[in-house]
């Protein structure tokens, strides 16, 4: 069974920075891209991120290019982003989700982890 | 990467179906096949229904079924039932290389 934990949601001021991180387990984690989909309260989703299985490919929405980084580590199977420079409209809760087949970032998000919220206010 | 639009809310009597609209433009759901669909119930994680325009994932209902035309994606419920009320959302890959998801949707079950 596959299974995606988010960690390292917080409270954190504007301007500061957090790192979220993802554990997974049940599949072959290093042959899959995995995305950070987020979801601000009472809002849509949105996209945030991609990373391929190797980590040798990142995607950014618009929106978080240029602060945020998205990495991996496939000896720990964990996924991680980076995020710097918050902004108050970056609170939200963030999914870490992987595709139905091992690159499939670009089509869809088969799994889906319960989410962390992170929270931006002074 | 504007979001793709979606009527805000949709409502049918149990039994009925119903069909929400998600209309983008020549550089996603025009161009790609890459359109998906989900669900997602207040408090909870979305789930998929429907990727690749019109393939069901094992385990979802057949009443859940996608289309596409053109720059408008659709997905259709049929034999509407009270679970079905929920938030439902699109979703497509872009000419830049991202992924790009719906307004939303909000379906109520009369």
């Known amino acids: 069974e596959v299974q995606l934990l988010e960690s390292g949601g917080g409270l954190v001021q504007p301007g500061g920075s957090l790192r979220l991180s993802c554990a997974a387990s049940?599949?072959?984690?290093?042959?899959?891209?995995m995305t950070w989909v987020r979801q601000a309260p009472g809002k849509g989703l949105e996209w945030v991120s991609a990373?391929?299985?190797?980590?040798?490919?990142?995607y950014y929405a618009d929106s978080v290019k240029g602060r945020f980084t998205i990495s991996r580590d496939n000896f720990k199977n964990t996924l991680f982003l980076q995020m710097t420079s918050l902004r108050v409209e970056d609170t939200a809760v963030y999914y870490c989700t992987s595709p139905g087949y091992s690159n499939g970032w670009y089509s869809y998000s088969q799994h889906w982890g319960q989410g962390t919220l992170v929270t931006v206010s002074s | 990467q504007s979001a793709l639009t979606q009527p805000a809310s949709v409502s049918g009597s149990p039994g009925q179906s119903i069909t929400i609209s998600c209309t983008g433009t020549s550089s996603d759901i025009g161009t790609y096949d890459y359109v998906s669909w989900y669900q997602q119930h207040p408090g909870k994680a979305p789930k998929v229904l429907i990727y690749?325009?019109?393939n069901r994932p094992s385990g979802v209902s057949n009443r859940f079924s996608g289309s596409k035309s053109g720059n408008t994606a659709s997905l259709t419920i049929s034999g509407l039932q009270a679970e079905d009320e929920a938030d439902y959302y699109c979703?497509?890959?872009?000419?830049?290389?991202?992924?790009?998801f719906g307004t939303g949707t909000k379906v109520t079950v009369l």
């Open positions: 979703s497509s890959y872009t000419s830049s290389s991202t992924r790009v």
């Open positions: 990373i391929s299985g190797g980590g040798d490919s990142a």
């Open positions: 049940g599949f072959t984690f290093s042959t899959y891209a």
């Open positions: 690749e325009v019109s």
